[in-house]
């Protein structure tokens, strides 16, 4: 039995997301579905033969070749509490794989808008472009949902939000990092400090949420929202899963080929966006309707509220 589904946002909780920069915990899955889920996209993803790229390292995109999560992505309840912050047109651009194994390091806090792509031996080109207007911050045009695959609580690695933080720039996405494997801070072998506007400032001493989720919960967030996550102190492996949806009216990859990222690149020649909800009425993007295995991708009917 699935958990229960509440579909759209309240107007307390859109008001929440947009003071904040997040919202939720949310139930998604029950627990035993979120394992089952995770168990069987494991499996899909390990024996896929339409693999988007061959990176273990650069671990994005596995919804374009996991029919697991190609359905995960287009899941009503996360699609419509996005409708209620961005309206009826969505794309879903990106996922991520975020699995802390026992031991690992928290992620350092950052902020991203336009995810500059690449380290320091690559040039600063974003891969997003928005064409509208940012200034307003009631506007919303990027949404990244976070859910929880097994628990992510304190001792595994949850998430920290610095609330309201989204209003001002704490850190300079268009400078370049380099990856130091030997790190051992910071849970990609980054030192995101080296992006922090003024170095002196301490987010430690910032009102901070740790986000606690159950396995099959969610929340949604905005990337420029001060975000990071705590190490790994017990002896199981968070899973974590981030699927990430802009408006049409955003370019995504315009002048981007491929990924230089963790010490690894890959080509984007197989990435498409997938339409989630609603129209396209730009035509900026490429957009695929099935999957590397041929697998429909669902789309959220304007019912489902």
Partial sequence: MTATQSLGLTSEEVQSFKDNGFVGPFDLYTPAEASHMWNKAMIEMALSRNKPHNSNIINYDRHLDCNTLSQHISHPEIVSKIRSLMGEDILCWKSNIFQKMPGDAGTGWHQVEKYIVGETTTASTPSLA???????????????????????????????????SQKKWFYDEEKRLTKRPELKTDFFGYDYSELQVDPDWSPEQEEIV??????????????????????????????????????????????????????DEISLDYHSCVLVSGED???YNRITEHNLNGFPFPKVGSDAR
């Fill in 130 to 164: 928005f064409t509208q207007d940012r200034s307003d911050p009631e506007i919303v045009m990027d949404v990244s949902v976070w859910t929880a695959f097994s628990p992510a609580r304190r001792e595994q690695g949850c998430m920290r939000f610095l609330p309201g």
């Fill in 210 to 263: 740790e986000m606690e989720m159950e396995p099959g919960q969610f929340v949604l967030f905005v990337e420029k929202c001060v975000h990071g996550s705590l190490p790994n102190t017990s002896q199981d492996t968070r899973l974590g899963y981030a699927s990430r949806y802009v408006s049409p009216t955003v370019k995504v990859y315009e002048h981007v080929d491929r990924l230089v990222e963790f010490g």
């Fill in 281 to 283: 009425r730009y035509d």
